[in-house]
């Protein structure tokens, strides 16, 4: 029998643009009972981040204003055979089909792998460029990081200014920081 893994695997092969509850409804069809949305959300969640899964690197996730998010494999990862989708979603195993054996065997597929890749050496690897999705976090998130440093940088200035003052300042700092 196979995973709800291999099966979201399966329906997205087919290179349709899919919301959960259609893939939901396939699976449903396929195994003959009833699924649940919160029986494949973590599942599809987990497959479609590559910090999770690299098989992430290939599933396009976009949301459109006030609709679900479609999930769609990019063109180039459907020359891959289903069974090389399925082994490139595994972490471990004995013959899998690692994220260097597609880009080696599909180098179409190079663009959507993060440059900042990770080889078995534990060094840091170039040899793949980012995504434009991975490129856009990344800005994202030193944009943030800049900001933060800023507001923080301003903090300290007005506090010197203070104690330049010669005022006493009780101070307790809490600092919350969540990236995602």
């Not at 949305?37 to 098989?55: A, C, F, G, H, Q």
Request: proline share 4%; aromatic share 6%; glycine share 4%.
């Amino acid at each position: 029998m196979k995973t709800k893994g291999e099966l979201i695997i399966e329906v997205l092969k087919a290179g349709r643009d899919l919301s959960l509850s259609e893939i939901v409804d396939y699976l449903s069809e396929t195994t003959g009972r009833p699924i649940k949305n919160t029986e494949v959300s973590p599942v599809l969640s987990k497959l479609s981040r590559p910090d999770k899964s690299e098989i992430g690197f290939f599933i396009q996730r976009r949301k459109k204003p006030k609709s679900p998010y479609r999930y769609k494999f990019v063109d180039e990862a459907l020359e891959m055979t289903t069974q090389e989708l399925i082994d490139l979603s595994h972490k471990t195993g004995k013959n899998r089909f690692t994220l260097e054996n597609a880009v080696e065997k599909y180098p179409g597929i190079k663009k959507y792998v993060k440059s900042a890749m990770v080889n078995a050496q534990g060094k840091a690897s170039d040899q793949l460029p980012e995504t434009a999705e991975a490129a856009q976090e990344a800005a994202a998130a030193e944009n943030t990081e800049e900001s933060l440093d800023h507001e923080f940088n301003e903090v300290l200035r007005t506090l010197a200014a203070i104690l330049s003052r010669g005022l006493t300042v009780n101070l307790s700092v809490n600092i919350r920081l969540n990236y995602e």
